[in-house]
């Protein structure tokens, strides 16, 4: 799931959608252009295993990691290079957001009927 992950976040960072969008049109728009994954600010929330695994691959991207998870002990976070964050400021500094949380009544918010 992490490598899963770390490629969906390569495409996106070269093929975003307005860009896409603008090139069948025949259109340049240099706001367009595709942003890199290196350098770039990445925020995960949840920090479980597959984010810590994310986290380790990310590391030779040169990238931030933000990461928001109210039951993960201190250590875990050193030990990736991510900075724990409460979840509005990740969502409000990261380039890129991956979301490896575990559904449960908590963090369920769509309800059928």
């Excluded at 495409?11 to 603008?22: D, E, G, L, N």
């Excluded at 252009?33 to 597959?50: D, M, N, Q, R």
């Excluded at 931030?64 to 030990?79: F, N, V």
Aim: contains cysteine; charged residues 25%; hydrophobic residues 40%.
């Amino acid at each position: 799931m992490a490598e899963f992950a770390l490629a969906h976040m390569l495409v996106v960072s070269r093929i975003p959608a307005s860009a896409t969008m603008h090139c069948k049109r025949a259109v340049w728009k240099p706001e367009t252009h595709p942003s890199e994954i290196y350098g770039s600010t990445i925020g995960l929330i949840g920090f479980g295993a597959v984010s810590q695994k994310l986290a380790e691959r990310l590391q030779g991207f040169k990238v931030k990691l933000l990461a928001y998870d109210p039951y993960i002990r201190m250590k875990s976070w050193r030990e990736y290079g991510a900075k724990r964050v409460e979840l509005k400021e990740l969502l409000n500094q990261s380039d890129f957001v991956s979301l490896h949380s575990r559904l449960t009544p908590e963090t369920r918010i769509y309800r059928r009927g």
